[in-house]
């Protein structure tokens, strides 16, 4: 069974990065695309970015020229770095993997989430 298990989440002032890093297992054949997820109190969750298997990112707009998608296959780790960070950064962040596409609407694999809090 596949597992994802989130780590790096925690509290920093605007302007500030933390990393957040995904540790995969379980699986027989490595997901097609894993990303990176949010969601804040009372929103709908929101695709941060994606990496496909052949190393394609996406990022969302809010995100972009901020915060980097990274994974290392011989760790079998996902990560996010998020630099220049914002008080509307704050959320809970989930790392996710699907096997068939990044443009899948509905992901198969999810961790627990971590939490980031931005403070101005």
């Known amino acids: 069974q596949v597992q994802l298990v989130e780590s790096g989440g925690g509290s920093v002032q605007a302007g500030g990065s933390l990393r957040l890093s995904c540790r995969i297992s379980?699986?027989?054949?490595?997901?097609?695309?894993m990303g990176w997820f949010r969601q804040a109190p009372g929103k709908e969750r929101d695709r941060v970015a994606t990496?496909?298997?052949?190393?394609?990112?996406g990022y969302a707009d809010s995100v972009k020229g901020r915060f980097t998608i990274a994974q290392d296959n011989a760790k079998n780790t996902l990560y996010l770095q998020m630099n220049s960070l914002k008080p509307e950064d704050t959320a809970m962040y989930y790392c996710?993997?699907?096997?068939?596409?990044?443009?899948?609407?509905?992901?198969?694999?999810w961790g627990q989430g971590t939490q980031v809090t931005v403070s101005s």
């Open positions: 996710a993997a699907e096997p068939s596409s990044c443009y899948s609407i509905s992901w198969s694999y």
């Open positions: 379980g699986y027989t054949y490595r997901p097609n695309c």
């Open positions: 990496i496909d298997i052949l190393g394609n990112t």
